[in-house]
Nanobody, 123 residues
Framework: QVQLVESGGGLVEAGGSLRVSCAAS????????MGWFRQAPGKEREFVAV????????LYAVSVKGRFTISRDNAKNTVYLQMNSLTPEDTAVYYC????????????????WGQGTQVTVSS
């Protein structure tokens, strides 16, 4: 079992930056690829970014590429999502998730999920 807890969400103005974190407990984080997803009101949960177990490979959704950066510190059992140049369209609950066997953009590929942290971008 892996327990994931997101933090760092909040309210930011358009054009601003925010970093959200995901702390893991229960198992060694380096056993998992880690992803970030988001879900806006009335919309399906969508892929944002994923990083492989070692941190050497990352993938991003087209909508965030060049603005967001995913990283991980396995020694601290923590994954980060640095978000720059935020727009109101980035407003959502952001979730981190752990995948034991794949580097994937699919929700169904992930084994464990955090409870989410709200990010609100004002115009």
């Amino acid at each position: 079992q892996v327990q994931l807890v997101e933090s760092g969400g909040g309210l930011v103005e358009a054009g601003g930056s925010l970093r959200v974190s995901c702390a893991a407990s229960g198992r060694t984080l380096s056993d998992y690829a880690m992803g970030w997803f988001r879900q806006a009101p009335g919309k399906e949960r969508e892929f944002v970014a994923v990083i492989n177990k070692s941190g050497g490979t990352t993938l991003y959704a087209v909508s965030v590429k060049g603005r967001f950066t995913i990283s991980r510190d396995n020694a601290k059992n923590t994954v980060y999502l640095q978000m720059n140049s935020l727009t109101p369209e980035d407003t959502a609950v952001y979730y981190c998730a752990a995948a034991r066997y794949s580097l994937s953009s699919r929700v169904g590929s992930y084994d464990y999920w955090g409870q989410g942290t709200q990010v609100t971008v004002s115009s």
